[in-house]
Nanobody, 119 residues
Framework: QVQLVESGGGLVQAGGSLRLSCAAS????????MGWYRQVLGKQRELVAV???????NYADSVKGRFTISRDNAKNTVYLEMSSLKPEDTAVYYC?????????????WGQGTQVTVSS
């Protein structure tokens, strides 16, 4: 398991931009995949973007062309650059990390950071 701390959320007007960061700490295991998910109250959590340790990325169709995920392995940090934000992007954004500690696999989550897009 690793501890994940998100930052960078806030209130922004439609069409604006935000950059989210997620730092992994106290890791004694390898981190394979890191990603961002978002959830609106009363709705299912959904994948936004994911990036592997090799830099391979995948995005939800709803954010392609607007969001960019990146990763700094030396700093154990993953970023989500969001542009052209829409009110429907409003959600709590959660950082996720999947990896392996010896023979065990883990799936860790951050505490979440609120992103609110006003119209």
């Amino acid at each position: 398991q690793v501890q994940l701390v998100e930052s960078g959320g806030g209130l922004v007007q439609a069409g604006g931009s935000l950059r989210l960061s997620c730092a992994a700490s106290r890791s004694r295991s390898s981190i394979n995949d890191m990603g961002w998910y978002r959830q609106v109250l009363g709705k299912q959590r959904e994948l936004v973007a994911v990036i592997t340790s090799a830099g391979i990325t995948n995005y939800a169709d709803s954010v392609k062309g607007r969001f960019t995920i990146s990763r700094d392995n030396a700093k154990n940090t993953v970023y989500l650059e969001m542009s052209s934000l829409k009110p429907e992007d409003t959600a709590v954004y959660y950082c996720n990390a999947k990896g392996r500690d010896g023979v065990f696999y883990y799936n860790s989550w951050g505490q979440g950071t609120q992103v609110t897009v006003s119209s």
